[in-house]
């Protein structure tokens, strides 16, 4: 920054309020920028990984339709012949073996646990997984109770837990088990 000529003072304004106004506005401007960029993301990807001691791995793609989105699931590595629960979880962190450090079911609005078919639901209960003989799934679904990065519970940055069993449906969580797989939704490339 160049320093102020010998008879320019530095910027002070007589009217503070007009200061704070001022800087309202521009964060406004801002946040209301953010928002719609954040609203244009119609794509979004998840790439599956296996916690320890586990096979499970794949691509989730999120695709946003209007109000829905629709959800399509390529996973491998599950148990042949066999059901697995697909939830959205809480927190985007990953890091742990075990996948816990995802938290619980993403639940913004404090409902019961539920199965894609009740309206009512955990925003993060996708349903279940069927894999082949070959212990491959190929999973999709509508579901009109998220959104990519929309205000309708956003999902961007969140987590994508494989368990290791079917979800029920029974509370809290549907039984499902372990986890056996774990990663980030993310912006997809275009």
Known sequence: ??????????FESENPMKTVNMLRFAFILSAAMLLAACGSVRHAVCVVR?????????IV??????????????????????QHAIHVHTYGDVSSDDGK??????????HDHGLPTQSRRHAGDLGNLTADGAGRAQY??????????GRRNPILGRAIIIHA??????????????????????????
């Open 1 to 10: 920054m160049a320093p102020p000529l010998a008879n320019q003072q530095p």
């Open 50 to 58: 296996p916690t320890a001691g586990n096979n499970c791995s794949g």
């Open 61 to 82: 793609h999120f695709t946003q339709m209007g109000k829905a989105v629709k959800v399509e699931a390529d996973i491998s590595g599950l148990a042949p012949d066999s």
């Open 101 to 110: 450090s995802a938290g619980g079911h993403y639940n913004p609005g404090g």
């Open 140 to 149: 999709v679904i509508e579901v009109n109770n998220i959104s990519i990065a």
């Open 165 to 190: 069993k079917h979800d029920t449906g029974a509370q809290p969580t549907g039984a499902a088990g372990a986890r056996i797989g774990s990663g980030v939704i993310g912006v997809a490339k275009q």
